[in-house]
Nanobody, 118 residues
Framework: QVQLVESGGGLVQAGGSLRLSCAASGRAFSTYDMAWYRQAPGKQRELVAG???????NYASSVKGRFTISRDNSKDTVYLQMNMLKPEDTAKYCC????????????WGQGTQVTVSQ
């Protein structure tokens, strides 16, 4: 069992930056692929960024070049650095742990709200 707790969300103006953190506890963090998802009101949940246990990363086209996912296995934490934020980035961001194969993530955090104003 893995427990995930996100932090770092908030209100920011367009063009600003935020850094989200997801702290994991429980079984070996380093053995899991990790990902950030987001869901805006009335929209489907979408994958924002993923990082494998080996450190390979992938990004949604809408955030590529602006967001960076990273992990620190010594701290059991995954990060999402978000720069040049846009109002359309407004959503609840959740981290997930599991396997990147077919997006089979089995552990989820409660999420943190990110709101980007004009």
């Amino acid at each position: 069992q893995v427990q995930l707790v996100e932090s770092g969300g908030g209100l920011v103006q367009a063009g600003g930056s935020l850094r989200l953190s997801c702290a994991a506890s429980g079984r070996a963090f380093s053995t899991y692929d990790m990902a950030w998802y987001r869901q805006a009101p009335g929209k489907q949940r979408e994958l924002v960024a993923g990082i494998t246990r080996g450190g390979s990363t992938n990004y949604a086209s809408s955030v590529k070049g602006r967001f960076t996912i990273s992990r620190d296995n010594s701290k059991d934490t995954v990060y999402l650095q978000m720069n040049m934020l846009k109002p359309e980035d407004t959503a609840k961001y959740c981290c997930a742990a599991g396997s990147a194969v077919l997006g089979h993530y089995i552990y989820w955090g409660q999420g943190t709200q990110v709101t980007v104003s004009q």
